[in-house]
């Protein structure tokens, strides 16, 4: 750290500052390190370095400039002050590079004072963090990828091969390990990072999933879950969200070296979790969550488990057809029984997009949440929305006067609602839409009491889908997708119909679906993937909807008006508002899952995929010096990895994109004469 130098801890996004936990020096604290200027500024390491007449850097360069940083394309209307939403939305990327240098305020001094190029963080030996420009603004670190992405050099020399000695003296910073990593088939001793270093940059990036909502902990893949050491497909680098190293986009660099992308985005996500546990133990703390396991066996045993709460002890709820255990009424998820007020958790990580808490209805609780999840498996990005119904209602007494949640028997209080965003917007009974990350393992909730009188008990409805057909380019994928969507409401598909309906009278009975289920022939429905209009929508009409197939026909049409009103009203959530803000189509039609296949599916390919890969280990012995070519930002001298002509270049497309289209997430149309 620069002698005096004290972190604020505040983080500078589109001009507004977040107070974070991370020990964090921005450019308006000293020693004022702003990438946006134009001239030289002085560093310990240099007090006076090479600048042009007038205090203009860069004279070492052929073709001198001034500006080390830009304008994001898709923001250039803007100026130097972009909404905080359309940065947001833009930000995907967070590239990760060691800078070959001693300090940070070396770093500064070459990368910037002498080269004319930026990142957005400098990560000093101790831990502390430089930000030198506003994440909102494009700083030159990673050539064609600095349009979507924030960047950090990490202080290492880098080489222990070739200089071993160079933190023994204890000049340049503290004692190292050196470590083995293997980068594009090249064996390289790098010196580790510290433990200063980790800690600072958990913070930092804690810290950042909060802020920029589609920036996922998510890192390049070679298989399910193994992180890839080698250069990626140079079109496939441009749609990945989440952490990346310099390697990772060009092979001629090897920074960040042994940075352990998959163990760092562990931390920032927590441990994939079931929802609920899978068997009740009584002598469980507080403290234990329903973990997935990490033998097949053993994750086969616990779905196995979670199969039985739903088509062995439920009374309805069945995927995909017989939401209360009747009718061929679609049902996208499962009810999943279990004690009152038994907690809920999230199984992956994720954002919480919207909920609703009040009391109950005739049906019991409506109560719901719902998170949305931007994974990776393998070289394939998974989003997906997962939904947990029929909630025990957090809002007691003290909530409704503006308290905190409370806690709820020997359970941790549900932290999401303990934060501004819930705090400011709850009203009882409404649905109210957020954006809170959650890590895998959060409490969300507990289950509630649902289902008309005669079947109402304790009991938590999970719902999986997706937008978009999620496995359909995996080899060997499992998965058969059942065109629902001609039937509106209603299931006509005689591939599911036609084996629960034994009388073959073309209704399904509530006997028939227990029978169905409860003697194991759920299983021929497990990897179905029904493409069908949500049941939490309000349109096509329900009443309409009811009066129009055979099985509600001894239902006067007043009687479907009340069943519509007391059981159904009441759960609908999924309005224009609210698709436009979650990402959901407005007619409400996606792709379900059964939400138990899905989790013992997703992670099956996980242990599969770390089972392949072996240990991972690399042969220390086997490490050379950096092979000529390759090189790390400090040998990288003419910045050709780090800045493009694409940096400056404009494109007319952008122009037609509004701040709408940024928040939603749209690319740039395509531009038309």
Same mark, same amino acid.
């Given at each position: 750290?620069?002698?005096?130098?004290?972190?604020?801890?505040?983080?500078?996004?589109?001009?507004q500052?977040?107070?974070?936990?991370?020990?964090?020096?921005?450019?308006?604290?000293?020693?004022?390190?702003?990438?946006?200027?134009?001239v030289?500024?002085?560093?310990?390491?240099?007090?006076?370095p090479?600048?042009?007449?007038?205090?203009?850097?860069?004279?070492?360069?052929? $073709?001198? #400039?001034?500006?080390?940083?830009? @304008?994001?394309p898709? &923001?250039? /209307?803007?100026?130097? !002050?972009? %909404?905080?939403?359309?940065?947001?939305?833009?930000?995907?990327?967070?590239?990760?590079?060691?800078?070959g240098?001693?300090?940070?305020?070396?770093?500064f001094?070459?990368?910037?004072?002498?080269?004319?190029?930026s990142?957005?963080?400098?990560?000093?030996?101790?831990?502390?963090?430089?930000?030198?420009?506003?994440?909102?603004?494009?700083?030159?670190?990673?050539s064609?990828?600095?349009?979507?992405?924030?960047?950090?050099?990490?202080?290492?020399?880098?080489?222990?091969?070739?200089?071993?000695?160079?933190?023994?003296?204890?000049?340049?910073?503290?004692k190292?390990?050196?470590?083995p990593?293997k980068?594009?088939?090249?064996?390289?001793?790098s010196?580790?990072?510290?433990? $200063?270093q #980790?800690?600072s940059f958990?913070? @930092?990036?804690?810290? &950042?999933? /909060?802020?920029?909502? !589609?920036? %996922?902990?998510?890192?390049?893949?070679?298989?399910?879950?193994?992180?890839?050491?080698d250069t990626?497909?140079?079109?496939?680098?441009?749609?990945?969200?989440?952490?990346?190293?310099?390697y990772?986009?060009?092979?001629?660099?090897?920074?960040?070296?042994?940075?352990?992308?998959?163990?760092?985005?562990?931390?920032?996500?927590?441990?994939?979790?079931?929802?609920?546990?899978?068997?009740?133990?009584?002598k469980?703390?507080?403290?234990?969550?329903?973990?997935?396991?990490?033998?097949?066996?053993?994750?086969?045993?616990?779905?196995s488990?979670l199969?039985?709460?739903?088509?062995?002890?439920?009374?309805?709820?069945?995927?995909?057809?017989?939401?209360?255990?009747?009718?061929?009424?679609?049902?996208?998820?499962?009810?999943?029984?279990a004690?009152?007020?038994?907690?809920?958790?999230?199984?992956? %990580?994720?954002?919480?997009?919207?909920?609703?808490?009040?009391?109950?209805?005739?049906?019991?609780?409506?109560?719901?949440?719902?998170?949305?999840?931007?994974?990776?498996?393998?070289?394939?990005?998974?989003?997906?929305?997962?939904?947990?119904?029929?909630?025990?209602?957090?809002?007691?007494?003290?909530m409704?006067r503006?308290?905190?949640?409370p806690?709820?028997?020997?359970?941790?209080p549900?932290?999401?609602?303990?934060?501004?965003?819930?705090?400011?917007?709850?009203?009882?009974?409404?649905?109210?839409?957020?954006?809170?990350?959650?890590?895998?393992?959060?409490?969300?909730?507990?289950?509630?009491?649902?289902?008309?009188?005669e079947?109402?008990r304790?009991?938590?409805?999970?719902?999986?889908?997706?937008?978009?057909?999620l496995?359909?380019?995996?080899?060997?994928?499992?998965?058969?997708?059942?065109?629902g969507?001609?039937?509106?409401?209603?299931?006509?598909?005689?591939?599911?119909?036609?084996n629960?309906?034994?009388?073959?009278?073309?209704?399904?009975?509530?006997?028939?679906?227990?029978?169905?289920?409860?003697?194991?022939?759920?299983?021929?429905?497990?990897?179905?993937?029904?493409?069908?209009?949500?049941?939490?929508?309000?349109?096509?009409?329900?009443?309409?909807?009811?009066?129009?197939?055979?099985?509600?026909?001894?239902?006067?049409?007043?009687?479907?008006?009340?069943l519509?009103?007391?059981?159904?009203?009441?759960?609908?959530?999924?309005?224009?508002?609210?698709?436009?803000?979650?990402?959901?189509?407005?007619?409400?039609?996606?792709?379900?899952?059964?939400?138990?296949?899905?989790?013992?599916?997703?992670?099956?390919?996980l242990?599969?995929?770390?089972?392949?890969?072996?240990?991972?280990?690399?042969?220390?012995?086997?490490?050379?010096?950096v092979?000529?070519?390759?090189?790390?930002?400090?040998?990288?001298k003419?910045?050709?990895?780090?800045?493009?002509?694409a940096?400056?270049?404009?494109?007319?497309?952008?122009?037609?994109?509004?701040?709408?289209?940024?928040?939603?997430?749209?690319?740039?149309?395509?531009?038309?004469?």
């Open positions: 750290m620069t002698a005096g130098i004290r972190p604020s801890g505040n983080l500078i996004i589109a001009g500052v977040f107070h974070v936990d991370a020990p964090i020096v921005n450019w308006r604290e000293p020693p004022y390190w702003d990438a946006t200027r134009e030289c500024m002085p560093t310990e390491t240099e007090r006076q090479p600048c042009l007449p007038g205090g203009v850097p860069y004279g070492k360069l052929p $073709a001198p #400039y001034t500006k080390r940083y830009s @304008l994001r898709q &923001l250039r /209307r803007y100026g130097l !002050n972009p %909404p905080l939403d359309a940065v947001k939305s833009l930000v995907k990327q967070f590239v990760v590079h060691h800078d240098c001693s300090s940070a305020d070396m770093c001094n070459v990368l910037q004072n002498e080269r004319g190029l990142v957005h963080f400098l990560l000093d030996n101790d831990g502390t963090i430089y930000q030198t420009i506003d994440l909102g603004l494009m700083a030159y670190h990673a064609e990828w600095n349009v979507s992405s924030i960047g950090v050099e990490l202080c290492n020399r880098g080489d222990a091969k070739k200089e071993p000695n160079y933190y023994s003296s204890g000049r340049f910073g503290p190292r390990d050196a470590k990593c980068i594009n088939n090249n064996t390289i001793l010196f580790d990072y510290t433990r $200063a #980790y800690e958990v913070k @930092l990036c804690r810290a &950042l999933t /909060r802020l920029l909502p !589609n920036l %996922p902990a998510e890192f390049p893949q070679a298989s399910p879950g193994v992180q890839t050491w990626l497909p140079y079109g496939s680098t441009f749609g990945f969200s989440g952490y990346i190293g310099h990772h986009l060009t092979n001629q660099k090897w920074d960040p070296g042994p940075f352990d992308f998959k163990d760092f985005c562990r931390k920032l996500r927590g441990a994939y979790c079931f929802p609920v546990f899978p068997k009740d133990d009584p469980r703390s507080i403290d234990d969550k329903p973990t997935v396991p990490e033998q097949t066996d053993d994750l086969k045993e616990a779905a488990e199969y039985k709460a739903n088509e062995a002890r439920a009374d309805g709820g069945f995927f995909p057809v017989g939401p209360w255990g009747d009718q061929r009424l679609w049902h996208g998820g499962i009810h999943l029984t004690k009152e007020n038994a907690p809920v958790f999230a199984p992956f %990580p994720g954002r919480l997009v919207a909920a609703r808490m009040g009391k109950s209805t005739t049906v019991g609780s409506v109560n719901f949440v719902l998170l949305r999840h931007d994974m990776s498996l393998g070289s394939s990005r998974v989003q997906f929305y997962s939904l947990y119904m029929h909630l025990a209602n957090e809002l007691g007494p003290e409704e503006g308290g905190l949640a806690t709820r028997g020997n359970d941790k549900v932290e999401w609602m303990t934060k501004e965003g819930w705090k400011q917007g709850a009203k009882p009974g409404e649905v109210v839409m957020l954006d809170e990350p959650i890590e895998a393992g959060a409490l969300i909730g507990h289950v509630g009491k649902a289902g008309p009188a079947l109402s304790a009991q938590v409805h999970v719902e999986f889908f997706s937008t978009s057909e496995f359909a380019g995996i080899s060997g994928s499992p998965w058969t997708v059942i065109d969507t001609a039937g509106g409401r209603f299931c006509d598909s005689k591939q599911i119909n036609d629960i309906d034994t009388d073959h009278d073309g209704t399904l009975s509530k006997s028939e679906l227990a029978s169905f289920y409860s003697s194991g022939n759920g299983s021929q429905m497990h990897y179905f993937v029904t493409l069908h209009v949500s049941e939490w929508t309000a349109e096509p009409s329900w009443t309409e909807a009811l009066r129009v197939p055979k099985d509600f026909k001894k239902l006067k049409p007043a009687e479907i008006d009340q519509v009103a007391e059981q159904i009203t009441p759960g609908l959530w999924w309005d224009a508002k609210v698709a436009a803000h979650c990402r959901l189509p407005i007619d409400g039609v996606v792709y379900h899952y059964h939400p138990v296949t899905f989790l013992a599916w997703f992670n099956q390919q242990l599969d995929g770390a089972a392949n890969a072996g240990s991972g280990a690399v042969d220390a012995n086997q490490a050379q010096e092979p000529k070519g390759i090189t790390d930002d400090f040998g990288d003419a910045g050709t990895t780090m800045r493009s002509s940096d400056i270049a404009e494109d007319p497309c952008n122009q037609k994109l509004t701040l709408a289209d940024l928040v939603q997430g749209f690319d740039a149309p395509e531009c038309t004469p």
